[in-house]
């Protein structure tokens, strides 16, 4: 939906009336993106079935109430990114919709989601700290520095959370694992979950942010 009551270039927090629109970015941004097609498959219609799992991304962030962040642009959203905490019980309803969600998509993507998941769950810092789920940009906003501005509210949050004590990701492009470490980041791992995928987990203290 567009929205003019941001002003371009602010980053902003997102309400859930956002959804639709967050899940359209990141469905543009992540088209390609080695998870999203090792997940999904050859089965179906990839379009369709992309803006589904985006979806139930998105509304798990919804249903605990994470942070989700935006940059708007003649009341349309540019860029987004989601975090989450990796603690806390998920609630009932997104319980359901996971299982409607994997039910339509299929057991083999269920499958295939779940190898990847606990390769990236076995080494992330068990310290406290938000992990950054997505972050994107639509393809015409691409090299306008979008998506530095939302990392470093990212890293802001997690400074301003008493007890967290910094930043963690994990990327499945091997390009992006340089342009990470630039703004601090520093592979913890570095894991094969198929042939086909690879995933680099990446981690920045906050005490980079406070020096």
Not at 49 to 72: A, C, D, Q, S, T
Not at 107 to 132: C, K, M, T
Not at 174 to 195: D, F, M, Q, W
């Amino acid at each position: 939906m567009a929205d003019s009551r941001y002003t371009a270039g602010d980053v902003v927090p997102l309400a859930e009336e956002h959804t639709d629109a967050l899940v359209r970015v990141l469905s543009e941004a992540f088209y390609d993106y080695p998870v999203m097609r090792y997940v999904l498959g050859p089965e179906g219609d990839y379009d369709s079935r992309l803006l589904r799992l985006n979806h139930l991304f998105v509304m798990g962030r919804v249903h605990k109430g994470e942070p989700r962040y935006g940059i708007f642009e003649g009341g349309e959203l540019l860029a987004a990114a989601t975090v989450s905490y990796l603690y806390g019980e998920a609630p009932d309803a997104f319980r359901q919709l996971q299982k409607e969600v994997w039910a339509e998509l299929g057991a083999e993507a269920r499958s295939r989601y779940d190898d990847y998941a606990a390769v990236w769950n076995g080494f992330l810092p068990s310290i406290p700290h938000a992990h950054l789920n997505m972050i994107g940009t639509l393809d015409r906003a691409r090299g306008q520095g979008l998506g530095r501005l939302l990392m470093d509210r990212v890293h802001k949050l997690s400074v301003d959370t008493e007890g967290s004590e910094g930043v963690s990701l994990s990327t499945e492009n091997p390009a992006n694992v340089p342009l990470y470490e630039h703004v601090g980041y520093k592979v913890i791992a570095h894991r094969r979950v198929s042939e086909q995928l690879e995933t680099w987990g990446m981690f920045r203290p906050d005490t980079i942010a406070e020096s």
